[in-house]
């Protein structure tokens, strides 16, 4: 009965990889499984359409934590292998959801190349349970990231604004760069080289 009961559970987990991955390829995208009008899980999800970008952002700012983590089973290895999952293990249900999430919308933006690492979630927690947080770390280790995951986690309603000081023009440039094209964030940067022109500072609602 036992071995019974593990080769049916075994089946049925192939099974709803199987059904995963076919919804997966037929999306194009694993995030394009979202759907933004409701939360199903993921054995209820209907593909017959492809949300957008902001749909699908919406989607896993506000969608259950099972429907989260139904997801990064149906994504499966692809992300799970890099997943902090000890770290994950030991949070709280309310911030393991919020690193999910984080997870899974940078892991939608940048196409499946990126997902966060424990040091950058841990500075994502720590702004949104509302503490100080320093990150002292090398060039190029990552520390930009929490700064776009937060921002992306804000509701665009209330229109927030972040400001961000650098020191450096190149990492003004590079910052820039990466939150608008990479990361979907609308950004300037304001430094000595800003124009002097009233009407550069004239944003009209439908630029935003």
């Known amino acids: 009965m036992t071995c019974s009961r593990i080769c049916s ?3 049925f987990l192939d ?13 194009s995208s ?10 199903p899980r993921m054995d209820d999800a209907d593909v017959s359409t492809v949300p957008n970008l ?12 099972n429907y989260l983590e139904d997801l990064v089973l149906a994504i499966g290895s ?5 997943l902090p999952t000890s770290y994950l293990g030991n949070l709280a249900v309310t911030d393991r959801a919020i690193c999910l999430r984080v997870c899974l919308i940078c892991y939608s933006l940048t196409g499946s190349s990126q997902v966060p690492r ?9 702004s949104r ?15 930009t990231l929490p700064i776009a995951l937060n921002i992306l986690l804000d509701d665009p309603s209330k229109q ?24 979907g964030v609308p950004t300037v940067v304001i430094n000595e080289d800003t124009p002097r022109d009233d009407s550069w500072w004239n944003v009209s609602s439908d630029s935003r």
């Not at 099974?15 to 999306?27: I, L, M, P, S, T």
């Not at 424990?118 to 720590?126: D, F, G, I, S, W």
């Open 129 to 143: 349970n509302g503490k100080d947080c320093l990150v002292a770390a090398g060039t190029g280790s990552g520390k």
């Open 54 to 65: 902001s749909e699908r952002l919406e989607t896993l700012r506000t969608c259950t934590v």
């Open 160 to 183: 927030l604004v972040t400001l961000t000081l650098s020191p450096l023009k190149r990492l003004h440039i590079t910052q820039e760069s990466d939150f608008n094209s990479r990361y």
């Open 9 to 11: 559970k075994n089946r």
């Open 15 to 27: 099974d709803f990889r199987d059904q995963a991955r076919r919804r997966v390829a037929y999306a």
């Open 118 to 126: 424990e040091m950058q979630l841990r500075a994502v927690l720590a």
């Open 78 to 82: 692809e992300i799970t292998s890099r």
């Open 30 to 39: 694993s995030l394009y499984l979202l759907s933004a009008s409701s939360q």
